[in-house]
Nanobody
Framework: VRLVESGGGLVQAGDSLRLSCVGSDFDFSVYNMAWFRQAPGKGREIVAIISRNESATYYTDSVKGRFTISRDNPTNTVFLQMNKLQPDDTGIYYC????????????????????WGQGTQVTVSS
């Protein structure tokens, strides 16, 4: 299993970024996919989750209405469109996958995820 994120960068408050995560060496279409982030000095927190067929999504409260998670199963890619970025959005963003496929219930704890990408840095200046 391999997950590779890209798309991070340094932006100003109010700007947008689109993160991508490409999965390989597994059947991407049968797994829910998640985005987490880790701010400096803080623990890893859930940002968003998308079901395997895009029928359901989850967002943490602080990003609702600003971030959108989506996926393209034919290209094994999950996206995170981030609009109206704020300095509090600064951190390393990771995509993650659980070991269990074809699940309905979303898991928001990072301890429920086994596979992680290397992360991509997002820095939002005020």
């Amino acid at each position: 299993v391999r997950l590779v994120e890209s798309g991070g960068g340094l932006v100003q408050a109010g700007d947008s970024l689109r993160l991508s995560c490409v999965g390989s060496d597994f059947d991407f279409s049968v797994y829910n996919m998640a985005w987490f982030r880790q701010a400096p000095g803080k623990g890893r927190e859930i940002v968003a989750i998308i079901s395997r067929n895009e029928s359901a999504t989850y967002y943490t409260d602080s990003v609702k209405g600003r971030f959108t998670i989506s996926r393209d199963n034919p290209t094994n890619t999950v996206f995170l469109q981030m609009n109206k970025l704020q300095p509090d959005d600064t951190g390393i963003y990771y995509c993650a996958r659980r070991t269990v496929a074809n699940t309905v219930q979303f898991q928001t704890s990072p301890t429920s995820y086994f596979y992680w990408g290397q992360g991509t840095q997002v820095t939002v200046s005020s």
